[in-house]
């Protein structure tokens, strides 16, 4: 167990709709990433929070948005949500904000139908 | 551009064998290396990582080397067992910047 929790573990929607992924990192740790796997894209990175601050963007998409709250949870909203959107969502978090030693959650299945 | 890649995506061992997994990388600049361990249905699991200014570095059962001279790093496990079949990545960063993933290698131990 890595410590870090995602919820929901699966989630089925429709085109169009909008879904919210949530993400309670490691105690103490007060950096937040968001990946992105597909089969035909790998690992890509979404977007990091630091501490409830923005700290770096990476393929993340204008329909999508994330946020990092005062007890450093971080939810990411995946709006207009279209076929291309299937994939496993995962949350890692580190104690720093370097890109080191990331620790994953077990991610969030989503399925646009 | 960046890339990281794996040069096997399948690897077939026996039970108490070692196993290589090869990663090249091609940015000269990064100075950060991790591996990661995804088993089916979970996310990815640390397992060693090394900066650009070591050549090796060990953990349980594990070796990490990397040579900068040919871009090129690897992960040996030591007598590899069924419970370490799972998919590795590598991947790579640059002075801090987001970690880059490899596309991976499906390691498969048979008893």
Not at chain 1, 83 to 109: I, P, R, V, W
Not at chain 2, 43 to 58: E, H, L, V, Y
Not at chain 2, 86 to 106: D, H, M, R, W
Request: glycine fraction near 8%; charge should be negative; aromatic fraction near 10%.
């Amino acid at each position: 167990d890595s410590g870090v929790t995602q919820t929901p573990k699966h989630l089925i929607t429709a085109t169009g709709q909008r879904v919210t992924l949530r993400c309670s990192p490691r105690s103490g740790d007060l950096s937040v990433y968001w990946y992105q796997q597909s089969l035909d894209q790998g690992l890509q990175f979404l977007i990091q929070y630091y501490n409830g601050e923005e700290r770096a963007k990476g393929n993340i998409l204008e329909r999508f948005s994330a946020q990092q709250f005062p007890d450093l949870h971080s939810e990411l909203n995946l709006s207009s949500l279209e076929l291309g959107d299937s994939a496993l969502y995962f949350c890692a978090s580190s104690a720093a904000g370097t890109n080191e030693k990331l620790f994953f959650g077990s991610g969030t299945q989503l399925s646009v139908l | 551009g960046e890339s990281v890649g794996l040069h096997l995506p399948t690897l077939s061992v026996q039970e108490g064998d070692n196993s290589i997994i090869n990663c090249a990388y091609s940015n000269s600049a990064s100075d950060y290396f991790i591996w990661y361990k995804q088993e089916s249905g979970k996310g990815p699991q640390f397992i060693i990582d090394i900066r650009s200014n070591m050549d090796k570095r060990q953990g349980q059962r594990v070796t990490v080397l990397l040579n900068k001279t040919v871009k090129h790093l690897s992960l040996q496990i030591a007598a590899t067992q069924p419970g370490d079949s799972a998919v590795y990545f590598c991947a790579e960063s640059q002075a801090g910047t987001a970690l880059i993933f490899g596309k991976g290698t499906t390691l498969s131990v048979s008893s």
